[in-house]
């Protein structure tokens, strides 16, 4: 234990060989026949490795630390996968003006978009801003709080002010009600 903590090599190896089965098979359970199962349980292990030092437990409470740490780390790629489903249509053209315009973007999802531009223009600026942080940039709160400058209450209450005034316009919005039915309400 004490090895493990200190950032031993051969520790974390053992540690690694004798968790990563177990982490494989909770992440399938958790999120299904996704090709990023792989992803995911290095992910977890990269955390795990990173924060061990802090872990105060003894050896037989580590599995189940581990697991809590296997449990965040899907939990925030699953409100990533959620948050990419909740602006799918928007792709690559919320990154380039000019794809608006390109001949090879579906119709329906250029409306879809230049509606939206239409939506926002009529946010205050500072739930516009959050909400494209969020749903556009995919920043995490923590992010926005900061790149805001604003306590993370106060980007939490902002986009979830942003967001509800998105989806009532959404809702009623002949281009965008199809897209908004797909939303869900929670972050």
């Given at each position: 234990m004490e090895r493990?903590?200190?950032?031993?090599?051969?520790?974390?190896?053992?540690?690694?060989?004798?968790?990563?089965?177990?982490?494989?098979s909770l992440v399938f359970r958790l999120v299904g026949p996704r090709a990023e199962v792989a992803d995911l349980v290095q992910d977890i292990f990269v955390q795990a490795f990173a924060s061990v030092g802090d872990f105060e437990g003894d050896e037989q409470a580590l599995g189940a630390w581990l697991t809590?740490?296997?449990?965040?780390?899907?939990?925030?790629?699953?409100?990533?996968?959620?948050?990419?489903?909740?602006?799918?249509?928007?792709?690559?053209?919320?990154?380039?003006?000019?794809?608006?315009?390109?001949p090879h973007v579906d119709p329906e999802l250029r409306r879809a978009a230049l509606r939206v531009w239409t939506v926002l223009d009529t946010f205050p600026t500072d739930e516009r801003l959050v909400f494209a942080l969020r749903y556009f940039n995919q920043l995490e709160l923590g992010e926005l709080a900061e790149v805001l400058n604003v306590s993370l209450s106060t980007a939490k209450r902002r986009l979830s002010a942003a967001r509800a005034r998105f989806l009532g316009v959404a809702q009623r919005d002949a281009v965008l009600a199809q897209w908004a039915a797909r939303f869900g309400h929670d972050d």
């Open positions: 493990l903590r200190a950032g031993d090599v051969s520790a974390r190896g053992a540690w690694f060989d004798a968790e990563v089965g177990r982490l494989q809590g740490v296997a449990v965040n780390v899907v939990r925030m790629h699953l409100k990533k996968l959620r948050v990419r489903r909740l602006m799918h249509f928007w792709g690559d053209v919320a990154n380039e003006a000019d794809a608006l315009e390109s």
